[in-house]
């Protein structure tokens, strides 16, 4: 029992950066321009936001550095795919490949070193540790019990305002959009941006608010499964939260078991996350042909096309 | 927004642009990687030194890249003969991981007569490798599952199945050193003397031979071609669309795992935790900077050996971190995409 | 500008003196060195229904694309309401009042009605939300008298209410030039009737309209003048009606004198082809089939009329094998094929042309050669397990470019630089070998010029004569009618009706097309 309280309470840390990049990616991907570079993306926002806390700078500020950074490489990404109109899939490899290797230069005299991370909010609030509710609400943190809100208002950004409208023609039917006035390319070029936010985001959140560490490689494939959870969510928003909890709770398990003491075989352990996402794949695309899925994702659109 | 009122799609770019634009992009990208390898410290003589002389015109030098070289061939083959089908293997090194598995395996364990162990290391390598790759493959023919993130995440839970064997039962008792015990001389490939090279260059040779021939010779070139560019069309003339795509990934996870058993039987004789590292990226430049074609594969792979040789120097003498050989395949590789515009598409100026 | 109201009395009166609607003069327009438009031109005046009348392939969407903004000329003059206009997206086009209907609608399928709408109106629109949109649509409806019924979703719509919103949409948008690219194609008679009307009706109401179509005999009732264009010129530049007659607008739109083909006799030999009870549920975007029966005689040519969208892709594909049906059988010669692969199917004889020559007949990126000689390769043929015989691929690639006379060609040339006509010899050179038994063309001669569509009526008529038999399909009753010893009309997923040709009345095939909403 204490056992299954203690995980409840570490879950929601681990599923949000999950989150904050799957959101990021259902923009991104909603518009047409298909994003696997995430991976890159998240470790420059966790490299970005270790080097300012230990640099001596505020964790608050250490995560919008995140965002920030990753918001950048974001820009070489969408200026090969949106402008260059580049293959999407070898362009996010290629973006990976920058992302990870520029964080291992970079990062090397920070790896290692330990720091603060942000409050909880039983710092903030002083909440009661006592009860069963107080023991799992004390641990969240500001970011992560603000991300149902977040939810919540790009799911109702995406269903009901124009712009969120016109967002979903871009990737839906490039062609209607551009015969109503649309800039694609900006669209697009803005989606990109947003998800490199919200990636870095994710990143930043992974190594300055759970680990408080940096280490080359520990976004070990987080990137990867966000992608995977956009698919699962059927680029649905309300979704993706589910999709991140299911993941943040196998994800959670193994620092869990570390922490009662119990002796299992921790490397094996460790492939339950990615094992739950290859079956979550495995179902989504079981139901025939993906539903929700952008017409135009990952497709060249060009006006003198024959349409 | 700049030019969506002008862009036309080229119908066939002659093979002059094409070649022009892969030139360009190459030489852009290579002269980005300088300039960050000279921001990084290194002075900018030592990048030619290290870059060209030391990696191709000195004996030992031109033995270690060709021993880098190695698996570099072996994994821009697997990643080109996917990609001739238009299937994205990213788990490259989780293959690779487990055919090293394979034959570590059959290395510490004695697994069957002396001189047949090499062999027998080779073969069961590729085998493991190939069956790695057959899960998303049949995931992708049966039910459409992306195979990018697939064969990805499979490559995760190798890496972990190598950690989970590496701190435990194959553990080097006298260190307890994540690191399994030296093979013994049976199940290595002989020194040829020459440096660090290894017989195991016979091997790569032949491959990569008999896979040019096959692509370039028989009809099964002929076959991945037409489904890699357009499979309705294959399958609707009656091309065997299934045993092609089947052959070729099954094909592309065996070189993987070949590729595996080439490092540690050749160069590391030992399971460690770095024999993988840095394979997959690697694969993916190579193939795509040669086209997917075996020979150009050959030369590209040299190319990259001299520069993971280099990389190393580097990073001994210059402090120089293993990520920027990562880097700078990135670097070329965006580079290359995005001057691959100009041979893509033509801009169509009015009056 | 575009405001000034203009009173109409009878056919194109105009105010004397007033500018054109739209003018184009000397455009010039090449795809990548290949010329679509030649100092093309075109003139509407307010208040006209204006006939842009073609072939396939003669440049009048390609001109009229021009002058919406979505192509960019390389060359000649615009202007709008007498000013000088050349609108560089379609954006600039409607906000000068110039609005068109594609021949692909422009709709987003899984939107409503309403949030299509939405998506066009401008930042500084006084309608910012679904509801509004709703509003103003069906006011917009009722005023022009279109039903639309703004709270449905786009996919659910028919054919013809989607063109309806288009329409609604263009106008909302404060189109006065209404441009309409193919609009009967997709209709049936009766709508087809009801939207000329309507068009006729927007015209005398101070609008003007232009109807690109290759089908002048539809629409001469309902136009004051047309425009006739042949390979990217105008051959006749805005001629009223009532001065021409049907034949010398044949004679223009063609170029040379039709070669009348005589009838041909029905002659019935042994059942090739017997399809039976073929049911496949349907998808996203078609009807699916319907318990299709029908049965092909070898030396005869069975021709399936019907406007597209009823089921024809799908029974083509399950014919190839691309697709299996869920209920049904497929046997030629005697052979049960219904589970059978392309390749088995091939094997027994039977051979595709496909609508969409380079989707699903030919691989662009390939040879010449390689695309000619791919069924062969296929089936083992030039060389064996371990070598291709690339020469002799040449070479057999080289004496079919001579026999077919395919223009523009060698065997090593990619074949992404053929025209269509040449690209649809190559697959008639492809498919009609001595192998064949039956052969599936569909829509054969869409988007070629006439000489290249007498050359593949004359190959399939060969072909037909040897013993083979040909299932036609297609949506151009003419060719239907030209080729076929019997005709069938294919509606929602099943054949409505089959007579020989020589039962074949205008009334009995108009009942039976009619038949579709």
């Known amino acids: 029992m204490d056992f299954l309280i203690g995980w409840l309470a570490i879950i929601p840390s681990y599923a949000t950066p999950l989150l904050l990049a799957s959101l990021g990616l259902i923009i991104c991907e909603r518009a047409g321009v298909l994003n696997l570079g995430a991976e ?112 919540f208002a790009l799911w109702w950004w995406l269903q009901k305002t124009r712009s969120g ?126 539903s929700g899925e952008p017409g135009f994702l990952g497709l060249v659109y060009l006006r003198q096309d024959k349409h | 927004m700049f030019d969506a009122a002008f862009l036309v799609r ?53 033995s270690q890249t060709l021993t880098a070289a190695l698996p570099l061939v072996l994994v821009g083959l697997a990643s080109a003969v996917a990609m001739r089908v238009r299937f994205w293997n990213i788990g490259i090194e989780g293959q690779l991981w487990l055919g090293a598995v394979a034959a570590t395996w059959v290395a510490l364990g004695g697994i069957g ?68 015990a030296a093979f013994p001389e049976a199940s290595r490939f002989a020194a040829t003397g020459w440096g660090q090279l290894h017989y195991g260059f016979l091997l790569v040779g032949a491959v990569t031979a008999a896979l040019w021939y096959l692509l370039d010779y028989t009809r099964v070139g002929f076959y991945a071609d037409a489904v890699g560019h357009n499979i309705k069309t294959a399958r609707a003339a009656g091309l065997p669309v299934g045993a092609t795509v089947t052959g070729l990934v099954l094909l592309s996870g065996a070189l993987s795992g070949l590729a595996g058993v080439t490092i540690i039987a050749g160069t590391e004789h030992r399971l460690s935790q770095v024999v993988g590292n840095g394979y997959l990226f690697s694969a993916i430049v190579v193939a795509y900077v040669a086209r997917a074609k075996p020979v150009w594969v050959l030369v590209v792979a040299l190319a990259l050996g001299a520069v993971f040789t280099a990389g190393n120097v580097l990073k001994v003498f210059y402090s120089i971190s293993e990520g920027m050989i990562v880097l700078v395949q990135g670097t070329v590789l965006i580079s290359i995409l995005m001057a691959q515009f100009f041979s893509t598409y033509a801009l169509s100026r009015p009056s | 500008m575009i405001d000034t109201a203009h009173q109409l009395g009878g056919r194109g009166t105009l105010f004397p003196g007033a500018p054109p609607a739209l003018d184009l003069r000397g455009i010039d327009k090449a795809f990548d060195g290949k010329p679509a438009l030649v100092d093309a031109s075109f003139r509407l005046e307010w208040g006209e229904v204006h006939a842009i009348v073609g072939e396939n392939g003669a440049g009048k969407s390609t001109l009229m694309n021009v002058a919406a903004g979505v192509y960019a000329a390389d060359g000649g003059e615009q202007t709008i309401d007498g000013e000088a206009r050349s609108p560089r997206s379609p954006m600039e086009a409607t906000a000068a009042g110039l609005g068109m209907v594609h021949q692909h609608f422009r709709l987003v399928q899984s939107f409503t009605v309403s949030e299509n709408i939405l998506l066009s109106l401008g930042r500084d629109s006084k309608i910012r939300t679904p509801a509004q949109a709703a509003a103003a649509i069906a006011a917009k409806a009722a005023e022009v008298g279109l039903p639309v019924d703004p709270a449905r979703v786009v996919a659910d ?59 002048f005999r539809e629409v001469a009732g309902f136009c004051d003048r047309i425009t006739i264009m042949r390979h990217g010129k105008t ?77 024809q892709e799908e029974l083509v594909a399950c014919l190839t094998g691309l697709s299996r049906q869920d209920q049904g059988s497929i046997r030629l010669g005697g052979r049960d094929l219904s589970r059978a692969s392309p390749h088995d199917r ?23 050669a390689e695309n000619l000689a791919l069924t062969q390769v296929a089936k083992g043929d030039f060389g064996g397990p371990f070598f291709l015989d690339r020469k002799g691929m040449r070479h057999a690639a080289a004496a079919a ?97 089959c007579r020989a040709i020589g039962d074949v009345t205008p009334e009995w095939i108009g009942a039976l097309l009619a038949g579709h909403v």
């Open chain 2, 113 to 180: 007569p002396e001189p047949l162990r090499l062999p027998l290391m080779l073969v069961l390598g590729a085998v493991v490798g190939a069956a790695w790759i057959a899960l998303p493959l049949w995931l992708k023919l049966k039910w459409g599952v992306n195979e990018v993130i697939s064969t990805l995440l499979l490559g995760s839970i190798a890496f972990l199945l190598v950690q989970h064997l590496l701190f435990g039962v194959w553990r080097d008792p006298a260190t307890n050193f994540p690191v399994t």
């Open chain 3, 346 to 368: 091939r094997k027994a004889g039977l051979r595709i042309i496909p609508s969409d020559r380079f989707e699903a007949g030919l691989v662009r990126e390939l040879s010449i």
């Open chain 3, 157 to 215: 719509l028919s054919t013809a209410e989607r063109q309806r919103v288009e329409i609604v949409r263009v106008l909302l948008l404060g189109a006065r030039i209404l441009i309409l690219d193919e609009p009967t194609a997709v209709l049936s008679e009766d709508e087809a009737k009801m939207l000329l009307s309507f068009v006729r009706r927007l015209a005398r109401q101070g609008h003007a309209v232009v109807l690109i179509t290759h089908k």
């Open chain 1, 40 to 151: 890159g993306l998240m470790a420059v926002g966790a490299m970005t936001g270790a080097i300012i806390v230990l640099s001596g700078g505020n964790p608050w500020a250490a995560l919008g550095g995140g965002a920030i950074a990753a918001a950048a490489l974001a820009l070489l990404f969408s200026l090969a795919t949106v402008v260059k109109r580049a293959d999407h899939t070898l362009s996010g490899l290629a973006i990976v490949a920058i992302g990870l290797g520029v964080t291992g230069v970079l990062g090397r005299p920070y790896v290692q070193k330990t720091f603060r991370g942000i409050e909880t909010l039983g710092d903030l609030f002083g909440i009661d540790r006592g009860t069963v509710f107080g023991r799992i609400v004390a641990v969240q943190d500001p970011v992560t019990s603000a991300l149902p809100l977040i939810v």
């Open chain 1, 165 to 290: 409208l016109r967002l979903t023609a871009v990737g839906e039917n490039p062609a209607a959009a551009d015969v109503a006035g649309i800039d694609i390319q900006l669209t697009q070029l803005a989606a990109v941006l947003a998800s490199g936010v919200l990636c870095g985001l994710a990143g930043a959140y992974l190594s300055v608010a759970t680990s408080h560490v940096w280490v080359e490689g520990m976004v070990a494939a987080r990137g990867w499964v966000a992608i995977a959870l956009v698919i699962f969510a059927r680029w649905n928003p309300a979704r993706a939260l589910l999709g991140a909890l299911l993941f943040g709770a196998a994800d959670a398990l193994v620092p869990r078991l570390q922490a009662i003491g119990a002796d299992f075989p921790v490397y094996l352990t460790m492939t339950a996350p990615y094992i739950l996402t290859l079956g979550v794949l495995v179902l989504s695309s079981l139901r025939g042909k993906t």
């Open chain 2, 10 to 62: 080229r119908q066939a770019p002659g093979p002059l642009l094409s070649g022009a634009c892969y030139a360009g992009g190459l030489f852009v990208g290579l002269a980005i990687s300088a300039i960050l390898l000279v921001q990084a410290g290194v002075p900018a003589d030592a990048l030619v030194d290290e870059f060209l002389v030391a990696t191709f015109l000195t004996s030992d030098g031109l």
């Open chain 3, 235 to 311: 051959v006749m530049a805005g001629a009223p009606v009532a001065d021409i007659d049907e034949g010398e607008v044949a004679r223009l739109m063609v170029g040379e004198a039709l070669a009348v083909s005589e009838r041909p006799l029905s002659r019935p030999g042994a059942v090739n082809l017997s399809v039976s009870g073929l049911t496949q549920k349907p998808d996203r975007f078609g009807q699916g089939l319907n318990a299709l029966n029908f049965e092909l005689h070898a030396g005869e040519v069975l021709g399936i009329a019907g406007v597209g969208g009823n089921g």
């Open chain 3, 401 to 497: 470019i001579l026999s077919f006379d395919i223009r523009g060609a060698s065997p090593e040339r990619s074949a992404a630089l053929l025209s269509g006509g040449n690209a649809q010899k190559v697959l008639l050179a492809r498919e009609l070998d001595a192998g064949m038994k039956v052969l599936v063309a569909h829509s054969p001669s869409r988007g070629l010029d006439m000489k290249a569509t007498l050359f593949v009526r004359n190959a399939i008529k060969q072909a037909v004569e040897g013993g083979a038999a040909c299932l036609l399909i297609s949506e151009d009753l003419n060719e239907v009618l030209s080729l076929s010893h019997r005709v069938a009309v294919m509606n929602r997923g099943s054949i409505a009706g």
